[in-house]
């Protein structure tokens, strides 16, 4: 089955304390993205990789990082985490058409005490 | 700047009802337009996409029109379903440089029985 996978789907942690949120999708996609959805703010882009070891910063970069070493693989990485990145986070992958639908995973709720 | 405003923030309608929800955007040069479905606490799915040269594209009950123009477009749901509670959110991506989408706030349906 064609998807996209986040882990762990739910997440509380304190302050400061580094985490990773993975994603892996199985449809041999190029372009994967991670975005954060906010209360009355809707869905923004944190980065986006067009293919292996090719990244780049979306709308909202700051405080977040992220590698791609496998086109599989597009974890997102906090490395001091801070309330104000308490969110919940997407995934998504497409092929390198614009056209092409983006296939979201499932959301990771992050909560940062 | 590029922004995608959404209207109206929030509907209530009876089943078996139609509705229209609005998107007008400032996306500059545009590549293409889509219409997402996002049940809560879930990753949103295409429901239509759109091109410059196309103005409308019909998704079972959900049509969307494009005007490019005026730079409007519109979704329409005939029939409404209970299913169909969800945001609506409209997403407008660039042609240009960076591959950054653009997503609007969206548009809290709620279907009443």
């Known amino acids: 089955e064609a998807q996209v996978t986040q882990n762990p789907r739910y997440l509380i942690t304190v302050t400061g304390k580094k985490l990773t949120v993975t994603c892996s999708q199985n449809m041999n996609h190029e372009y994967m993205s991670w975005y954060r959805q906010d209360p009355g703010l809707g869905l923004r882009q944190i980065y986006y990789s067009m293919n292996v070891e090719v990244t780049d910063k979306g709308d909202v970069p700051e405080g977040y990082k992220v590698s791609r070493k496998e086109k599989r693989n597009f974890p997102l990485i906090l490395e001091s985490p801070s309330p104000n990145q308490t969110s919940l986070y997407f995934c998504?992958?497409?092929?390198?058409?614009?056209?092409?639908?983006?296939?979201f995973g499932p959301g990771t709720r992050l909560t940062v005490t | 700047k590029n922004q995608v405003e959404q209207s109206p923030q929030s509907l209530i309608i009876l089943e078996g009802k139609n509705c229209t929800l609005q998107?007008?955007?400032?996306?500059?040069?545009?590549?293409?337009l889509r219409w997402y479905k996002q049940d809560t606490g879930r990753g949103p799915v295409s429901l239509t996409i759109?091109?410059?040269?196309?103005n409308t594209k019909s998704n079972g009950r959900y049509t969307a029109t494009l005007d490019a123009d005026t730079k409007q477009s519109s979704l329409h749901i005939t029939a409404s379903q209970l299913s169909d509670s969800a945001s609506y959110i409209c997403v407008v991506t660039t042609s240009g440089g960076s591959y950054i989408p653009t997503f609007g706030r969206g548009t809290s349906l709620i279907v009443h029985p």
């Open positions: 998504a992958s497409s092929s390198h058409d614009r056209r092409a639908e983006q296939y």
């Open positions: 998107c007008n955007y400032t996306v500059s040069p545009f590549s293409n």
């Open positions: 759109m091109t410059f040269s196309e």
